[in-house]
């Protein structure tokens, strides 16, 4: 009887956590210079005021620990129909699936062209996993998001390695908040919001005190590009 190997997992080398970069990013794949990733200096009602506005999405970058993994899981539950939600399957690239989850959801608010807009009318309607197998080959973004990659301020480490922070991107779609994560089963709904960037800050908050407050972790908004 013969047997066919399985196929070799891709790994990707691991996004800092970098406006500048993740801007570049997605200015290489299409979206509008008009838009850009910005830090969020602090969760709190001042500090938030100085983000650039309207946030369109949110993205966390913290550590990640078995327990924290687990809760999450526990969260989590299946995609609806009117949410843009992919899994993960190569290594290490949670940060372009954070950005990808993010443009995803905002399509009716941010211009995307080019090679993105095409990812993106392809995988429309998509099972989740399906959209995951198309990333593997879409090259233009793989491309992307290995010149981003390699403009972080530190050096990046090899493709493979294991590394202890990871990527979500907080969404609101249909007036409801969605913290999106391809290396979990499925979306976790955080209900509705009237207020989408002060709303997900106290949901970050949250998670942040589960975490132990740890020292590692960062929050970038998709807005306004404040160079333009």
């Known amino acids: 009887m013969s047997s066919s190997a399985a196929p070799e997992k891709i790994y990707w080398v691991p996004l800092e956590s970098s ?10 794949l299409g979206v509008d210079k008009a838009v850009a990733f910005s830090d969020v200096l602090g969760l709190d009602d001042e500090l938030l005021a ?8 949110l993205v966390f970058l913290f550590p990640v620990t078995d327990s924290f993994q687990e809760a999450r899981i526990r969260e989590a539950s299946s995609s609806p129909l009117n949410l843009w939600y992919s899994k993960q399957t ?6 372009t699936m954070a950005v990808l989850h993010a ?4 399509q009716d608010r941010v211009e995307i062209g080019g090679d993105l807009k095409a990812y ?11 959209r995951s197998l198309e990333l593997e080959r879409t090259e233009a973004i793989a491309q992307a998001h290995g010149a981003s990659a390699a403009e972080g301020q530190t050096a990046a480490p090899a493709a493979d390695a294991k590394v202890d922070l990871h990527y979500a991107a907080f969404v609101c779609v249909d ?3 969605y913290e999106l994560d391809g290396g979990i089963p499925g979306p ?11 709303d997900a800050a106290k949901i970050i908050q949250k998670r942040i005190s589960a975490l132990g407050d740890p020292s590692q ?12």
Do not use: W, Y
């Open 19 to 28: 406006p500048e970069a993740m801007t570049k990013m997605i200015h290489r």
């Open 50 to 57: 100085m983000t650039p506005q309207p946030v369109h999405a």
């Open 90 to 95: 190569i290594g290490n690239a949670c940060g």
């Open 103 to 106: 443009l995803g959801n905002t």
């Open 120 to 130: 993106f009318d392809k995988t429309k309607n998509m099972a989740p996993l399906e």
């Open 175 to 177: 007036g409801r908040i």
């Open 188 to 198: 976790i709904d955080h209900g509705p919001s009237a207020d989408f960037l002060k």
């Open 217 to 228: 972790l960062s929050v970038l908004a998709l807005g306004p590009n404040p160079e333009n």
